[in-house]
């Protein structure tokens, strides 16, 4: 499936608010994991904004493609996707980590659009499965379960007792993303404790595997696209969305220094300035200081 070029430049535009927003809302919150948010960017705005079947504006809609997100601490990508996709007013975003706003992993009882409550890792894949096995019983072929896992998450056992009982029960209707960014909180992940070798393991668990750029757009909507018309052939589909941490920062790509932390206000303005050179936005309007609501929860509105 080709984009057309304003459906390309839309999504890129997309990623580059889902990075923007994350830093401004981790600032105002003044905690936050920004590698993992930003290295998803690209996987929210493609399925957000181009596959997945939803409405906003009915977002109880049973029939709708449900996505979990395992990686719960990288709530800032998801929040920000939901945001822009209208799904609750973008100020809200402010309310990050205060008492009673958004909370800093997934919490489904805050907001519209979040489809389970997270904290705990190696969860997802789980849920996943069970809702999956819901919209067989329920008669519904056309939707689809989409659950997003970290690289490091993967070390969990129980991510892979869910994966084995999604292969046994023949959840073609289940696709996990999974964000392979090579970075844990303590270092990479080959370090730490190897995934590797990652495909032949889903296969051996009986999955579909397919492999790509987690930042090409175009490659990421032509997997999606096959995984829901194509692929599904009686097996759970597993895309491994090759990343960087941190993506489109300097200072924080690869780097596991920037797995959980929130910038000063000075290095967040270089920060937003170098995302917008990237994204070839105008400098002007793009650093913290010119965001109203980042304005007002850090510097008290001065």
């Known amino acids: 499936m080709r984009l057309t070029k304003e459906k390309y430049e839309q999504l890129e535009d997309i990623a580059y608010q889902i990075r923007r927003l994350s830093i401004e809302m981790i600032v105002a919150g003044r905690w936050g994991h920004i590698g993992g948010s930003l290295s998803m960017a690209e996987i929210m705005a493609c399925l957000y904004f181009n596959e997945m079947r939803i409405d906003p504006q009915n977002p109880d809609w049973e029939a709708r493609d449900r996505l979990f997100l395992s990686k719960a601490h990288a709530s800032p990508a998801l929040y920000a996707a939901l945001a822009l996709r209208e799904y609750f007013p973008v100020s809200e975003l402010y309310t990050y980590c205060e008492l009673g706003g958004l909370e800093g992993h997934t919490d489904m009882i805050r907001v519209n659009g979040i489809e389970s409550s997270g904290g705990a890792l190696g969860v997802g894949l789980s849920i996943s499965v069970g809702a999956a096995l819901g919209f067989r019983l329920a008669e519904n072929p056309s939707a689809r379960v989409y659950c997003v896992l970290g690289d490091g998450e993967c070390n969990e056992g129980n991510v892979w007792e869910a994966a084995m009982s999604a292969s046994h029960y023949h959840l073609d209707n289940l696709i996990a993303v999974v964000d392979y960014n090579k970075v844990m909180a303590k270092g990479f992940v080959w370090d730490e404790m190897s995934v590797e070798p990652f495909a032949d393991k889903w296969r051996a668990f009986g999955w579909n595997v397919v492999e790509v750029d987690g930042h090409d757009i175009e490659a990421l909507c032509e997997v999606f696209y096959k995984a829901r018309w194509v692929m599904?052939?009686?097996?759970?589909?597993?895309?491994?969305?090759?990343?960087?941490?941190?993506k489109g920062l300097d200072l924080a790509e690869f780097n596991y220094k920037w797995h959980t932390h929130a910038p000063s206000a000075e290095i967040a303005d270089e920060m937003l300035r170098q995302l917008s050179r990237r994204y070839e936005k105008k400098e002007e309007g793009y650093s913290l200081a010119n965001s109203e609501y980042v304005k007002e929860a850090f510097y008290g509105g001065e």
């Open 232 to 246: 599904p052939s009686g097996k759970p589909i597993v895309i491994i969305a090759h990343t960087v941490k941190g």
